[in-house]
């Protein structure tokens, strides 16, 4: 993308229409796919482009975990990713934790956005825990486990 060109990005909530896109871009970057009964899925558009989505995927009463961020390559550099993180966990009503699972090199990109290193390990749901070591057994990179406790 050209720097100089000025650049709308806008963030929409995801619709059952869009589920087929949804999950062809999970499917090409190897992520789980979505569900759109159990997640409130976030996409973003640059001009009117589909350029990366996220989601918020339901835990349990009152707990959800933020992932499945993915900025198309074309479209890094613009802000995309921060914006979607800002619509999901502005739109995450009923959610009192939520939980993520950034990699390392990300900390302080999430952190900007109240994310903190997880305390009480014991009161993490234990799907958190499993898919925490899974990515840390998994990836090359180390994978942290973060969660933003929100006032509802």
């Known amino acids: 993308m050209n720097s100089q060109t000025q650049n709308q990005v806008t963030i929409r909530t995801a ?3 869009d589920m087929t896109w949804v999950n062809n871009q999970y499917l090409s970057i190897g992520f789980k796919l979505s569900d759109f ?3 409130l899925i976030a996409i973003a558009e ?7 989505l996220g989601r918020l995927q339901y835990i349990d009463k009152g707990s959800a975990e933020l992932g499945g961020m993915y900025v198309h390559y ?7 990713a921060g914006r979607i993180v800002d619509h999901l966990v502005k739109n995450a009503a009923g959610y009192q934790k939520i939980y993520c699972l950034p990699f390392a090199h990300l900390q302080a990109f ?3 956005f109240g994310f903190a290193p997880e305390q009480e390990l014991t009161k993490v749901p234990r ?6 070591n899974w990515c840390n057994s998994s990836y090359a990179h ?3 486990l973060f969660s933003l406790t929100r006032d509802i």
Do not use: D, I
């Open 46 to 52: 640059v001009n009117g482009e589909q350029a990366g």
């Open 142 to 144: 180390k994978t942290l």
């Open 74 to 80: 074309a479209f890094r550099g613009l802000g995309v």
């Open 15 to 17: 619709t059952e229409e």
């Open 110 to 112: 999430y952190q900007k």
């Open 37 to 39: 009964e159990r997640e």
């Open 127 to 132: 799907v958190v825990l499993e898919k925490h």
